[in-house]
């Protein structure tokens, strides 16, 4: 028997593909706004610790 060849479609590759890596973007995309978040709260909070006993 000869084996037929199976050639990808590079469409099908391409539309298979997309849905995965966009939601491998999403989620690294969340996870460094939820670091820049933290560390932007963080910054703040340093900056005003001082003035928490002064009532300002």
Request: glycine share 6%; with cysteine; aromatic share 14%.
């Amino acid at each position: 028997m000869s084996e037929k060849k199976i050639v990808p479609n590079p469409k099908k590759i391409l539309s298979m593909s997309l849905p995965i890596v966009g939601a491998i973007f999403i989620v690294v995309a969340a996870i460094l706004y939820i670091l820049y978040k933290g560390w932007s709260n963080k910054a703040y909070f340093e900056r005003w610790k001082d003035y928490e006993d002064c009532g300002v």
